[in-house]
Each structure stands twice: as C-alpha cells, then as structure tokens.
C-alpha cells in the first residue's frame, strides 16, 4: 500500500507564497513521477505540473512561471513552490504519484486526500 500525504497549504494573501509537500510512504519500490492537480470549487480537476524521477517537468499555462515543482528522490518526496498567487489558484491541491510497489509490474496511480489553498485578502 501507498499513502501520500499533503501539506503546506492555508490562507495567503494575493501575490503570496506558498510551500506544498507531499510525502510517499509504504510498500514502494520506485516512483517514476510525482505531479500536483488541483480542483475549484463546481470545476474539473486539473493538472497543474508533474515531475519525473529524471527531473523533466511540466506546467499548465495558468501557473508557469510563478509556480516551480521540485523532487526528492531519495526521500520520495515532492514540493510545489508557489509566488504570486492569486485568488484564481484558489483550489484542493492533491498530490499524485505513479508507484511501482512490492510484488507490482507496472506502476500505478495514487492520490492523496488534498490540501486546502486559498487566496484571498
């Protein structure tokens, strides 16, 4: 079994910053990527960036450039550095990450239970 869990997330003040964790546990052999969705209230969730375990990254249009993913390898961990927030980033922030566990093949998909931001003055 795998948890992720998430932190890091609470009220700021637009044009804020942010620091989201998100730390893997459990039976794991590997992870090959760790990436951030988020979801709005009445809205799809969205990908907001992913990670490999090689380090290439990705970014929606609405976040490049003020918000910077970062990986932890050794310790299977995944960070979301936000700046220059604003109310529009409001959302649940969920961690996802792509797992290879004990006595598994393939890689599977796991969510973690989402972590509150909200930006608002």
């Known amino acids: 079994q795998v948890h992720l869990v998430e932190s890091g997330g609470g009220l700021v003040q637009p044009g804020g910053s942010l620091r989201l964790s998100c730390a893997a546990s459990g039976s794991i052999v590997s992870i090959s990527a760790m990436g951030w969705y988020r979801q709005a209230p009445g809205e799809q969730r969205e990908l907001v960036t992913v990670i490999t375990s090689g380090g290439s990254t990705n970014y929606s249009d609405s976040v490049k450039g003020r918000f910077t993913i970062s990986r932890d390898n050794a310790k299977n961990t995944v960070n979301l550095q936000t700046i220059s927030l604003k109310p529009a980033d409001t959302a649940v922030y969920y961690c996802?990450?792509?797992?290879?566990?004990?006595?598994?093949?393939?890689?599977?998909?796991?969510w973690g239970q989402g972590t509150q931001v909200t930006v608002s003055s």
């Open positions: 996802n990450a792509h797992v290879v566990v004990v006595g598994r093949y393939n890689d599977d998909h796991y």
